[in-house]
């Protein structure tokens, strides 16, 4: 008997994405590219999308924030569903996405910040750079953080990566030229109003440890009025100690060679603001005065260990550092989701390429990109050389005909889900009023947008 086989249509399969970053948003192009009609629905925590491209990029850094067209594009298909305002582990768990998806991909990055641990670390004046960020980009949860510019000329930051340089720089950029940016309202009042003339910078290690880059620390040389205070000293000793190490390292040879150049060689007279840079201290505590920072009791260190990944040790030595605001810049940290499992360590959720693993073992369905699955670090570009690597893994095991998820719902009840359950889930259409809103508004006042911080003044944007 002859049968003919009838080859199985393959069914398009279907996407969930957690987090609207960089990490999701490139995930899911690549995905869409790699194989068409693919149906992405995108869930995301705050009302409106891209992560820390809207609410972490420095608002001086415009020509960052182009990427948001690329993730318009990818919103414009009609395989895609945007569900912003909606808390996955809170309004729909992780285990209700794997029962109605194919595929599961976690990107909802690193949205804590790591603590140094010391004591009076919680006095009022120390700030994660994290809420600093989020207050001066119109992050909803950093709206009111109760900074006080007024009370103290000084203040410091605690690491040395861009983090801490986007920090001191809006501390010290002329308001007029912050007024330019898409910086908050409220945050151009309150830096408009700013006693701050001096940021210390510091680090643990070195300067050839320092995890900042060329381009940033020209801005910072570019700053009007503003000069820099190093211990030149200091500085020369550990530049030659690190000559093996300059050889090897040509980006850090040359960011050494630009700061180098620029340290100031006559006495600082003509300056009105003053950024510092200093090294070899970890903060040990926090000194305060009325439940105020006052100043910062620091260890002095010296650095031991092969030239390529020398770590800090404490001498024994202390000093204290002035400064009536403290922000601590040392890191992003990423939290677990219920049903998934976590590297605390890392703070990532393990993975090979972007598959989720259980110890030894695959999770079927199961991919992460982004800073959580890489640990809170690198630039965009990183971030989306990584999402491309997961999509890669994702298209492959469709392809090849790897076990997915095995859902029993379908992903055109999700609506309906999230209605029965009270949440407004905000669409990207609604979004794209929102941000039409937010250019009018910005318009008015010769700004990029002004972006709207508050959920009444989205509601009405949506349903105007
Ligand atoms: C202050 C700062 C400035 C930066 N500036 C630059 C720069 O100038 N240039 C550059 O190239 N890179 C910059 N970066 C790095 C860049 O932002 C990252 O590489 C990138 O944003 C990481 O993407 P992601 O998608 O992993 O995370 P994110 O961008 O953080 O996106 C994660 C998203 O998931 C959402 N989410 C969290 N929890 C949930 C949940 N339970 N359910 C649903 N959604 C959730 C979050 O709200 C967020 O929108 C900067 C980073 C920081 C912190
Ligand atoms: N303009 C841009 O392109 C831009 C802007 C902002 C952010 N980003 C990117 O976003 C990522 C995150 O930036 P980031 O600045 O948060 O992180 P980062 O580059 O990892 O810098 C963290 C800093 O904190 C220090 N640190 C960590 N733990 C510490 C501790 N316990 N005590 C004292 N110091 C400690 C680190 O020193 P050690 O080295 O000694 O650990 C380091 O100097 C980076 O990849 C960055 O390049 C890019
Ligand atoms: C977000 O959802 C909450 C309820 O879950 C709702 O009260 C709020 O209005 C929504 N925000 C927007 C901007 O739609």
Redesign the pocket.
Known sequence: MFRTLVTQAARTPSLAIVGSGPGGFYTAAKVMQLLPGTKVDMFEALPVPHGLVRF???PD?PE?KLVMNRFDEVAESPDFRFFGNVTVGKDISVDELKDTYDGVVLSYGASED?V?NIKNEHVEGVYS?RSFVGWYNGHPEHREIGLDLTSTDTAMV?????????VARVLLSPIDELRKTDITEHALEALSRSRIKRVHIV???GPL?????T??LREMFALPNTKLEIDTELFKDQLAHGQSLLLKNRALKRLLGVLEKEIPTDAIKDAEKFWSLKFLR??VEIISESNRVKAVKMEINTLEGPTDSQV?LGTGSYEEIESGLVFR????KSTPIEGIPFDARRGVVPNVCGRIMDGEQVLDGMYTSGWLKRG????IV?TMQDAFETAGAIAADIKNGKPFLQPTKSSRDIPNLLKERNVRAVSYKDWKNIEKLEFDLGAARGKPREKLTSVEEMLQAVNA
């Open positions: 972490g990029v420095a850094h960052v790591r140094l750079a605690v690491g040395q990566g861009n983090v801490a340089l986007d680090g643990r290690r440890q320092v995890s900042f880059t381009k940033e970890s903060p800090a810049s040392i890191g992003y809170p670090s690198g630039v990183s």
